[in-house]
Nanobody
Framework: QVQLAESGGGLVQSGGSLKLSCTASEDTFNSYTVGWFRQAPGKQREFVAAHSWREPHTGYADSAKGRFTISRDNATNTVFLKMNSLSPDDAAVYYC??????????????????WGQGTQVTVSA
């Protein structure tokens, strides 16, 4: 099973930007659908964005539309999440996960049993 590693989190001021990375252990990663999720303290984990080899290629939660961009670099087996105009509401641990053959919609339906360490995003007011 492919191993995923999240990185790129940190502390940023409100209105600032961060770029998160989700790097895979397999070179076939370009055929995986990958999603970003986040979990704030005391809240359930929620979907943020997904990127797929299938159409449609990208999808976003309403909270991410217009501010976040998901992209992929097949050469480095990495899926990125560029986050702009961050607010304290975006503070959370961000995780990525995969569904090899599914569409972006599948990322909303799957009850993933395995998660990585995630990367912490902190936004100061």
């Amino acid at each position: 099973q492919v191993q995923l590693a999240e990185s790129g989190g940190g502390l940023v001021q409100s209105g600032g930007s961060l770029k998160l990375s989700c790097t895979a252990s397999e070179d076939t990663f370009n055929s995986y659908t990958v999603g970003w999720f986040r979990q704030a303290p005391g809240k359930q984990r929620e979907f943020v964005a997904a990127h797929s080899w299938r159409e449609p290629h990208t999808g976003y939660a309403d909270s991410a539309k217009g501010r976040f961009t998901i992209s992929r670099d097949n050469a480095t087996n990495t899926v990125f999440l560029k986050m702009n105009s961050l607010s304290p509401d975006d503070a959370a641990v961000y995780y990525c996960n995969e569904n090899r053959w599914g569409s972006i919609y599948s990322m909303l339906a799957i009850d993933f049993s395995r998660w990585g360490q995630g990367t912490q995003v902190t936004v100061s007011a």
